[in-house]
């Protein structure tokens, strides 16, 4: 048992812990923060994806004594982040991927919504092969991937100011993607 300083979403944690403990454990058995997944528990499925001085690091194979001095950012801390850099509701990302219905079960979105926010914050225009690679280490077992890489160019064209392609399930309708939210509301239109 070891005690560890970490720095998670911006608050320092002095938590203690066996020395062999993974990060994901630290985060789920030691913080309650739920938000990053459990899946495979093997480095396969990325449902355990955080962030790691900004970077996405698979949660269930990085030992957690090597993260202290390290940025962590989980789920939980995209939004209050958003916020604290002057924003106003959900994590863009979040929005985006709300609005495209980018999500069944849920239980890929916080590795894939991490993936995809720290993709942007890298590279604001990634084109849709850059998308792909950079969701790669994310598995769903439920949306067939559309809606997610169509949230994360919906979130793109927002960010840039460009118009957002329209979706493939509205693909014949001339109703567009909805309006962005408003402190978790649907803006009107
Ligand atoms: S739970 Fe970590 S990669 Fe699957
Ligand atoms: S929404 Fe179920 S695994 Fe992705």
């Known amino acids: 048992m070891r005690v560890l300083e970490l720095e998670v ?33 093997k480095g396969d499925c990325g449902a355990c994806t955080v962030l790691l001085d900004g970077e996405p690091v698979i949660a269930c194979l990085t030992l957690a004594a090597l993260c202290e001095g390290r940025r962590i950012t989980t789920i939980e801390g995209l939004a209050p982040a958003h916020v604290r850099a002057g924003g106003r509701g959900p994590d863009p990302v979040q929005d985006a991927f709300d609005r495209c219905g980018a999500l069944q079960c849920g239980f890929c979105q916080p590795g894939m919504m991490l993936s995809a926010w720290a993709l942007l914050a890298d590279n604001p225009t990634p084109t849709r092969g850059e998308i792909n690679a950079a ?12 809606q997610i890489v169509e949230a994360v160019e919906l979130a793109i064209a927002e960010a840039t100011g460009a118009t957002p392609a329209r979706p493939h399930w509205a693909k014949h309708e001339s109703t567009p993607p909805k309006p962005a939210s408003v402190d978790g509301r649907e803006a009107s239109r």
């Open 135 to 146: 969701l790669s280490g994310n598995l769903c077992r439920c949306t067939g991937y559309t």
């Open 9 to 41: 979403n911006g608050d320092q944690v002095e938590v203690g812990a066996p020395d062999h403990w993974t990060l994901l454990e630290v985060l789920r058995y030691r913080l309650g923060l739920y938000g990053s997944k459990q899946g495979c528990d």
